[in-house]
């Protein structure tokens, strides 16, 4: 799910273009349809009897799933075993009961915010068609769901689609296009907050389909205002294998350039508006990225465990709490250094905290946070690497922070009096928690990172704002 943009336009039927280059994916959403269903009942998945179609119809076949198999009787979040593979539920079960609209003994019903999701892949190359039945629960009024899909093994997902109002206790049935060429796996969100739940069935994947023509997301403008790159490309990170240590990512959320060696990024950049800011919960879910070429090393989740160091976000968890799908995005290890426990719980808190407030205030941010050198000190002592050599301990942290009115024409409205917040930082734990007490400029970073920061701002106003001290107040 992309960020959210300025002047954002009404989600109608969406076209969503995913270009992945490492893996070589495209995916394609399209327009979504919705028919009335007459209770046909479902194809038995277990049959051994022939079937009357052509090869090249039952070839077309991906995925069915029915839910008359497994067992599911709470909404306790859990693995699954159905049929078609495993599932994970969360504030989900498969119900049977005579209120659950079902086409055969049982279907899926999820309650609240629930997801169900598929915990494998089905191979795909091109277009594919998935259809799905569902009504309301029992005698419930009203529920909102989505169709969220993956192509790089539940790293990233994105919507398919619209989303689908249900608003009857007769089933109907949703069918959405998707194009993609590898492997590609899905997820049932139920959307809405309320107490409505609703029944799913009949999940169906096949290949072939219409697809309408690409559109840019709504909302997104490329290259844009609140493009988490607007104001430059500090190292000139470029999405090409040979650029190992300069390699530039685009997590969705937020932009940065990875270092294979380092086994850390040299720098990450993002925007903050209030859009970003919600109440969603910290996810926790630290997770290797498995958008890095595979046959590069990957951090994991236990990687600084027993290192003396914090897996220190750059991209902070609170800076994007408006979905789910944001805060998960910045607990992928490639957005984390290895961070000395005070630096990071306290000093670093502290900063983040002051510009998040400064956004509540009615201020955006553009935000790019980096490290160099080796060799940190972190609870357990000195240390220039951690992970068996993998990973190198920065022996500095620093951050800029470009603060503007609410608006548009973000780079134009850039001026010589514009607020620049620039601090640079020594990683280790005994820092001062105050991080005024490491304020600087531009310029000092750029010479101990021979970086050009702002590098989009024109030259006579980025000449200023490059020797700007903040007063820190």
């Known amino acids: 799910m992309p960020k959210k943009k300025k002047n954002s336009q009404s989600f109608g039927s969406i076209a969503v273009a995913v270009v992945l280059a490492i893996s070589g994916f495209v995916v394609t959403t399209c327009n979504r349809k919705i028919t009335g269903d007459k209770s046909t009942p479902a194809t038995s998945k277990s049959s051994n009897k022939k079937n009357n179609q052509s090869s090249t119809a039952a070839a077309a076949r991906l995925l069915a799933e029915d839910f008359e198999t497994g067992s599911q009787n709470n909404y306790n979040s859990s693995e699954v075993a159905l049929s078609s593979g495993n599932w994970y539920f969360k504030d989900a079960l498969l119900g049977s ?74 089933l109907k049935t949703a069918t959405f296009t998707v194009v993609a060429t590898g492997n590609i796996r899905f ?111 990957q951090a994991s989740q236990s990687s600084y465990i027993g290192s003396g160091f914090d897996r220190g976000h750059n991209c902070p968890s609170g800076d994007r709490t408006a979905t789910r799908d944001a805060n998960e995005a910045t607990f992928l290890m490639t957005n984390m250094i290895p ?77 010589k009096s514009t607020r620049i917040i620039a601090v640079n930082t020594p990683n280790k734990n005994d820092v001062n928690t105050k991080w005024t007490a490491y304020l600087t400029t531009i310029d000092e970073i750029e010479q101990a990172t021979h970086y050009k920061l702002l590098d989009k701002v024109p030259a006579a106003v980025r000449q200023e704002l490059v020797k700007k001290v903040d007063t820190g107040g």
């Open 339 to 415: 961070q000395a426990p005070n630096h990071n719980q306290h000093l670093w808190k502290n900063l983040e905290d002051y510009t998040r407030s400064l956004v509540m205030d009615g201020n955006e941010v553009y935000v790019i946070m980096g490290s160099y050198g080796s060799g940190g000190v972190g609870s357990k002592g000195l240390a220039k690497t951690i992970d068996h050599r993998n990973i190198n301990v920065p022996d500095h942290i620093w951050k800029v922070i470009v603060v503007l009115p609410e608006g548009n024409n973000d780079l134009q409205r850039i001026s």
């Open 97 to 170: 009961l005579v209120e659950d609209h079902k086409t055969g003994r049982q279907a899926l019903r999820i309650r609240d915010n629930g997801e169900v999701g598929m915990s494998f892949d089905i191979a795909v190359k091109g277009t594919v068609t998935a259809t799905l039945k569902y009504a309301l629960y029992g005698d419930d009024q009203r529920g909102s769901w989505e169709l969220w899909a993956s192509v790089n093994k539940g790293q990233r997902y994105f919507r398919v689609g619209d989303a689908v109002d249900a608003t009857s206790s007769s």
């Open 187 to 297: 997820e049932i969100r139920k959307t809405d907050a309320g107490k409505g739940r609703i029944n799913f069935d009949a999940f169906r994947v096949t290949a072939g389909g219409k697809v309408s023509p690409v559109t840019p997301a709504a909302g997104k403008p490329v290259g844009g205002d609140d493009d988490d790159m607007l104001l430059g490309n500090p190292s000139g990170a470029n999405a090409s294998l040979v650029m190992a240590n300069n390699y530039l990512m685009d997590k969705g959320y937020y932009k940065l350039s990875y270092n294979r060696e380092k086994g850390t990024p040299n720098w990450v950049a993002w925007h903050i508006s209030r859009r970003d800011l919600g109440d969603m919960a910290r996810a926790n879910d630290f997770r290797p990225d498995a958008d890095l070429p595979e046959n590069w090393y």
